[in-house]
């Protein structure tokens, strides 16, 4: 009798634990404390990345020290707090910017313990790079989310976006591959400097190789031909998606219009066909009976058709007329 009375206190209690989980999950994907968390981590990780750079011209390592560790905090709790939120846990944690940020994590808490091996063997060495990629992700998601507040349709977002992963992959495999050639040489090359790192990263990316800073170990030898595998397989895809959405992207939709003079305008809108277009033009811009002091201006949500463009492009009143792609219901 007693397990009968059990049993469903256990159920009552998975069930309560679920819906616990559920409504964190929805409450943190929306709320004020995930992006404070997310602007907060951002911040650490240009900080952390602006110490590795002032670390490699001049020696700070107590700062670095304190300054990873705290780091290796943040990104902790942001980690635990996303890994409690995500609805398929084991997906998230071998999801690639989750390895990143875990691969920080260690990194800034043993080299707080251990700093001397830490620097001292090679790969270690090289989870310091991760802290520029664990940069870029912040980067990547301030980008998606300006986009997402600045775009006024779907195609300007995707344009935005394409754009914004174009600009920030190929700073992001120029910015990696200085730092990883920096890592694995400045062992052999003592007088070797980060921005003669960048300076090969550039050279090589473009293809150019004058051959005055060139690699001298195995490890940074092969550094090489994997750049150039990266670059050949991530760039032309990225341009391609970006050139498939600018073809796409009318200038109707990039045009803007600014009344030269407050209120010295009219907007049509709504159920316009080209016909009705073309009538209400002509009456509009009449030498007798028409306005002489106003632009007219064509806010509609599709590109206009061929038979319109003709007369658009009439030139009694192409100064005057403007067709912009776009709805009243959007403020911008």
């Known amino acids: 009798m007693g397990s009968m009375w059990w049993k469903p206190s256990r159920e009552g209690s998975a069930d309560l634990r679920i819906s616990r989980l559920e409504l964190f999950h929805r409450k943190f994907e929306t709320s004020m404390a995930r992006e404070l968390l997310e602007i907060l981590n951002g911040l650490m990780s240009l900080a952390s990345v602006f110490i590795y ?62 700093d001397s091996l830490a620097t001292a ?22 980008a998606l989310r300006a986009s997402r507040r600045r775009a006024s349709q779907p195609l300007q977002l995707e344009l935005l976006r394409r754009g914004a992963e174009l600009g920030i992959t190929l700073g992001g495999v120029v910015f ?74 009318s200038r109707f939709v990039r045009k803007k219009y600014r009344s030269p003079r407050l209120g010295r305008h009219v907007i049509l809108t709504g159920c316009v066909t080209p016909g009705s277009a073309r009538t209400f033009i002509r009456e509009f811009f009449h030498p007798d009976r028409g306005y002489q002091d106003l632009d007219l201006v064509l806010l509609l949500p599709t590109d206009p058709p ?25 403020a911008e």
Request: contains cysteine; proline residues 3%; hydrophobic residues 50%.
């Open 53 to 114: 750079v002032y670390d490699t011209y001049l020696p700070v390592r107590q700062t670095a020290r304190v300054m990873y560790f705290a780091c290796s905090i943040t990104f902790s709790i942001e980690y635990i707090a996303k890994l409690l939120a995500a609805r398929d846990k084991l997906r998230y944690v071998f999801w690639s910017w989750s390895v990143i940020d875990a691969a920080t994590i260690v990194y800034g808490f043993a080299y707080y313990e251990y």
């Open 121 to 142: 063997l090679g790969f270690l060495r090289l989870l310091r790079v991760m802290q520029v990629i664990r940069l870029l992700k912040a980067v990547t998601l301030t």
């Open 176 to 249: 990696v591959a200085a730092c990883v050639f920096y890592e694995l040489e400045v062992g052999n090359q003592r007088d070797l400097q980060l921005h003669q790192a960048f300076y090969w990263s550039c050279v090589t990316i473009a293809t150019i190789g004058y051959g005055d800073i060139v690699p001298r170990t195995a490890a940074g030898q092969l550094l090489f031909p994997l750049v150039i595998v990266v670059i050949i397989l991530v760039l032309p895809r990225k341009i391609s998606d970006l050139s498939e959405v600018m073809q796409n992207f």
């Open 306 to 330: 061929p038979e319109l463009l003709v007369t658009l492009n009439h030139s009694r009143w192409e100064r005057r007329l403007h067709y912009l792609h776009g709805s009243p219901y959007s």
